[in-house]
C-alpha cells in the first residue's frame, strides 16, 4: 500500500469506524481501479465513465441493506396505530414504572410483527461507512488508481516535487484554489515537520489532479523547464476527465456566477436528488402521517436535502457532481423496483414473512415459536397486572382519605371548627381515646 492511500486515508479520521473505515477504503478503492483499468484496455480511459460504473457497483453492493431498510418503514406502517395507541396510553405518565410498563409494550408489538427497535436504522449505519469512502475515493482518484496517478507523478518529478511545493501554493492562491490548498495543508508546508518530502511529493499530486484546462494552460509558465512534460500531462488529464463535453476537473463556480453548461451538473443534481427523496417517502410514509410533526420536517428535508446538493456540486469538481446525479438516478431506479416488489405484496404477506423469519431465529437459540395470539395474550396479561395495580392504589388512596376524615371528624365535633376551644378539645378528646386504649 503506498503512502498516498495512507494520506488520503488519514484526511477523513473516523475512529468510530476504525478498522472497518480502512477496510472498505481498501476494498472500493480496488473496485475503482479494476473499472478504470477495463476501460483502458479497451479504449476508454474515462474517469467519467469509471464514476457511473462503479456507483452503479456500490448501489448493487448496498441493495440488501436498502431492501431491508423499505422492509422495515413498510412494517412501520402496518404497526403505527398499535405503536401510537400505547403512546397515548402513557402520554402524562413520567414515573419509571410507567416507563418500563411503556417498553414492555412496545417490545411486545415489535415481537408480534417479527421485527426490532432497531430494524430500520441498522441499515442506515451500515451504510455510512461506505457512502464516507465512495466520496473518499471519488476526490482523490489518483490515490486509488496507478494509472491516473502516474500522469500527475511524472509532472510532480519534472518539476521538483517536494522542492516545487511552495512555488505551488503562490500559482494556487493566485488562481483560485485556496480551497484546495487549505485541504492539502498547503502541499505539506504548514507543518515542514509532520509531513516528509515524500507526503508533499503526494501532495502536490493531488494538487495538480484538481487543475482544469485553463489552469494547466498557465503551468508552463511557472515550470518552463518542464513544459513539456506538463503539456503531455495536461493533454492527457483533459482526455480523462473528458466527459459528454465537460471536464470534470472543472468546477461550476470556476466561472462565477454567469450561466454556462457546466451548471446542468449542480442543477440535474438537484432535480434528481429530489426525485428519489420524494418517490422514497410516498412508498415509506403512510398518509395518514402527513399532518405529524415528523413528516412536516421530512419534508422540510425533502427541500433542503436537494438544495444542499446544487450547492455543492456547484462549489466542487464536476466529477463529484457526476457521481451524486449517477447515484440518485441509480436510487430512483432502484426505488421503483422496490415500490413494485413491495407493492405486490400485502400486509398480511408482510407479517406472515416477517413472524416466519424471527421463529426461524428463535427456532435457532431454542426459543418457542411466536404468533400473533400469544403476543395478544401477553398484552392482555400486561393490561390486566396494570389494570389491577391502579385498582389497589386507588383503594389505598381511598382508605388513607377516609382515615383522615374520620380523625378530622372525631377530634371536632364538640367545637366550631378553628377556634382555641377546639383546639384545646382537640387534646383533651385525643387523651381520653389513648387512655381508654391503656
Known sequence: MNYLILLTKNTWNFPVFGPIWNFIVTFLGLVMNTIYGFLDKIGIPSIGLAIILFTLVTRIILFPTSLKQQKSSRMMQIMQPEI???????????????MMAQQAEMRAIYEKYGTSMTAGCL???????????????????????PAVKTIYENVSSAIGGADAAKALVSFGEENGLKAVLKTLHNLGLDDPQKYDSTAVHNFVIDFLYKLNPSQWAKLPELFPQASSVIET?????????????????????????????????????GLTQWASTMLMQKQTMPQSAEGDQSAQMMKSMNIMMPLMSVWF??????GIGLYWIAS??????????LNWYFGKKSNEQLLQEAMAKANEKRAKRGLPPIDEKSI???????????????????????????????????????????????????????????????
Not at 85 to 97: G, H, I, L, P, T
Not at 128 to 142: H, K, Q, S, V
Not at 384 to 391: G, V
Request: hydrophobic share 40%; net charge positive; aromatic share 10%.
Open 376 to 438: 395478544e395474550n401477553r398484552l392482555k396479561s400486561m393490561q390486566a397486572k396494570e389494570d389491577s395495580e391502579e385498582k389497589n392504589r386507588l383503594e389505598r388512596i381511598a382508605k388513607q382519605s377516609q382515615k383522615t376524615k374520620d380523625s378530622t371528624e372525631y377530634y371536632n365535633r364538640n367545637a366550631k371548627e378553628g377556634s382555641l376551644a377546639s383546639k384545646a378539645n382537640m387534646v383533651q378528646l385525643y387523651n381520653e381515646k389513648h387512655e381508654k386504649k391503656s
Open 328 to 337: 440518485s438516478l441509480f436510487m430512483l431506479l432502484q426505488q421503483l423496483l
Open 123 to 145: 441499515p442506515l449505519v451500515l451504510q455510512m461507512p461506505i457512502i464516507f469512502a465512495l466520496y473518499r475515493i471519488i476526490m482523490n482518484i489518483p490515490a486509488y488508481v
Open 233 to 269: 500531462a495536461s493533454a492527457k488529464s483533459a482526455e480523462i476527465n473528458s466527459f459528454l463535453g465537460l471536464n470534470l476537473s472543472t468546477a461550476p463556480s470556476a466561472y462565477g456566477l454567469t450561466p454556462n453548461i457546466y451548471w446542468l451538473i449542480p442543477i440535474l443534481a
Open 84 to 98: 401510537k395507541a400505547v403512546q397515548e396510553k402513557y402520554k402524562n405518565m413520567s414515573d419509571q414504572a410507567s
Open 313 to 318: 456540486c456547484f462549489s466542487f469538481a464536476s
